[in-house]
């Protein structure tokens, strides 16, 4: 389907990138808008916006922040959600010298206080609704002053703005002034933080990840160089743009390419796939849950996907059967899976074309390859990587499992005001420590086993969630299954399963038991087997399942049960 091979693609991708001298995301808009002014950057129904657009828009947008007198390095919050708006905004922020701090769609008025508390927001863009959720009502509510700047429990806070999404011009009126040459953004440098990015939350509070100017865009360009993006290619999505892997994979490594995003304000199979025909998408992204409806949806329902050549999945573990069934029914010539995370900006460890299924359904791929003078190291990769022992944090040797350490130019600074927290993170020689467990097999690749903090014991012995999902999952009958640790009076601790049945499957408490029991010792099975469907899973707004509240949801239950 490609029209080149990847390493031409690659090729094409340095030659237009010959030596890395921006040090800015603006500056890099103004440079791909010499080369690509009149391309489509972002492509809805309803509207379209070429890279002339986006950087003439965020000209003029920057000077009316900056009128509103946000200064360099202050941070100004968004609730925009996957609005086309919210790429100019985003850039004029930048342009500014400002930080950006895109927030979750999803959080309630009292974690969005939270956020702008703890990024210390001078200013707030917010939409005034998102599906049934009336915004402005919910913020006034519980941040009485915010639009004001007269919130006493939020002091940096000077002011908000309310964008209306059936008058998108009035926003661009009320941050717009005469004179977009004022526009002083000549002294941002590469090392400035450019955005400040909250954690998902799946455990504890989120916490808001420093990410600098140079570590965007060294993350855009090996994220393209690696997967060898074709020219003008087109990625359609639902993933929000305050998430690393809808901003920095699908929006700012596209650009790369000369790209274009086709971004959802929410997740719906058939608006996905209808948009992937009607728009001619070349690339599309997902995390598992999602790219599992996206299957299910082709089935029952024809769609022309023949302009797709690649479907991204990853951001959490996918079951084995999903790879084979993305070709067979998609028929893409490339199935990328990645890992990263928000403390290190992005894609750290990734597939690449050509790829076996084998490589793809059980790794993470490898090291991220960048192949540019000044982006990475001698063997041309972004990142270092080693394992060390996660209770003594002991060096392990190369190929040994444990917790997985991260050096790299796309290392964050940590997080916001938070010293102590980031002290934890890092270690001697600036490598992160990543909170995840695996280890590299001889051919470079990456094989992941759960995380540190979702580790439990069964019997004293001690389990990892991962490998269970992944030999139960291996079951045609069983489409996602979540292993969680759960108090046990006898042990102190056990294993219990949430799973979701495939479509069509009646598969039993007794055959799940069966069939584990045919492939893993005693001490690792289930205690205890739910069933529930993937639209009762609870999901953070990226997706990703949120295990903390299904082990909430199951000490309900048992109390329940406990009770009659």
Known sequence: MFAMSADDRRHAIAARHPAWVWSSLHGYLDWSTNDFGERPLVITDNDVLTYSDVARQSVALAAGLQARGITKGERVGLIMANDPLTVPLLFAIWRAGAIAVPLNTLYRPDEIRFALAEAGCALLIAMDRFGSRNLEQELDETIPGWQSGTCAELPELRGGLIFDRAVPEHLVQQLSVPAPSGVRSGDIAGDDTALILFTSGTTGSPKGVEITHDNLLRAMYAGAYHQAFEDGRRAVFSLPLYHGFGLVVGLLSGMVAGGAIIPLLRFDPHQILDATQRHRATYLMGVPTMTIALLEQAKRQAYDLSSLNAIH?????????????????????????????????????CTAPGDSIEIVSETQGRIVEAGIAGMADQDGRIAQFKTIDPETGADLPWGTPGELCCRSPMNSKGYFRRPEATASLFLDGGWIRMGDLGQFRPDGNLFLTGRTKELYKSKGELVSPKELEQILTANPAVSQAFFIGMPDNQFGECGCAWVVRAEGSAITVEDVMAYLRERIPAFKMPRDVWFTTDEALPKTGTGKVQKAELRKIALEMLAEQKAV
Request: include cysteine.
């Open 313 to 349: 999945s990853a951001a959490a573990p996918t079951p084995s059967w999903v790879w084979e069934d993305i070709r067979a029914t998609f028929g893409c010539d490339e199935i990328i899976t990645s890992y990263g995370q928000t403390e290190v900006t992005a894609t750290v460890i």
